[in-house]
């Protein structure tokens, strides 16, 4: 793909997708443990209660709930949450930058077909190539990182609906304010993930109907054989091998 030149907005796109999800995850965070603190500092403490151990109580009382509390077991509660937002945070932005990436990658050749329609027989044979390798590019892709669109799908519906439900539960001006910010949080990083896999799908046939028109002159063996390919070859982002990403499937969702 050298000889359609380097993709100089796709490493600023890397920059700043990558300073967004680390900043707003961080933010997002802090504003969880400072909602989890109003709680706990509204909330009565007996006198042989610390605030450490109300804070832990409060916050993860689905485990203790079950488990007696004990302060290791608040350290080690705390790490596993932490580790688990960083791991989902990581999985969504390394799924973002991969697609977008490939995605681009698609659309170069359709930049490059859109301003050379009159190619020779050799020229279309090496674009047809290209389209080849990252038609099993996007395949490998999905052989191996289809179940992590399936997990990241899963996990962004589950904790959306989560977050709706705590609406009806916020007892407070600050707590319905940090649980709408939550919405909209997990809703951008649901969206981002699912358009950006959903491009590769519309990059990856964007331009049947133009090399379909191009007059009778200009056809030859290899665009009828690219023609095929595109047509017969559905290439997109599968999620577990369920479902193919593609913004009406994004919308219906």
Not at 135 to 154: E, H, Q, R, T, Y
Request: glycine share 4%; proline share 2%.
């Amino acid at each position: 793909m050298l000889c359609y030149g380097p993709l100089p907005s796709l490493k600023l796109r890397f920059k700043i997708a990558s300073f967004a999800f680390l900043f707003v995850g961080v933010f997002e965070h802090l504003l969880y443990v400072y909602s989890a603190g109003i709680r706990v500092v509204t909330a009565n403490i007996k006198p042989h209660e610390s605030f450490a151990q109300v804070y832990f109580v409060t916050v993860y009382d689905g485990f203790f709930d079950i488990f007696n509390y004990a302060h290791w077991k608040a350290i080690y509660v705390e790490f596993v949450a932490l580790v688990t937002t960083f791991l989902w945070q990581f999985c969504d932005l390394f799924l973002v930058l991969m697609t977008s990436s490939l995605a681009e990658r698609f659309r170069q050749i359709n930049k490059y077909i859109l301003e050379h329609k009159v190619l020779s027989e050799a020229e279309w044979r090496t674009i047809r190539k290209q389209y080849n390798k990252l038609s099993i590019l996007s395949n490998l892709f999905n052989a191996n990182l289809s179940g992590v669109i399936m997990l990241s799908f899963s996990a962004n519906v589950y904790f959306i609906s989560i977050s709706l439900f705590q609406i009806l539960n916020s007892r407070t001006t600050f707590e319905m304010f940090f649980v709408l910010f939550n919405v909209l949080f997990i809703m951008t990083h649901f969206l981002l993930v699912s358009m950006y896999s959903a491009w590769v799908y519309e990059e990856s046939n964007a331009v049947i109907s133009e090399i379909s028109s191009l007059p009778l002159k200009n056809i030859n063996h290899e665009v009828d054989r690219l023609l095929t390919q595109m047509a017969e070859r559905d290439i997109g982002v599968w999620g577990g091998g369920l479902f193919q990403v593609t913004r009406t499937i994004v919308f219906t969702v």
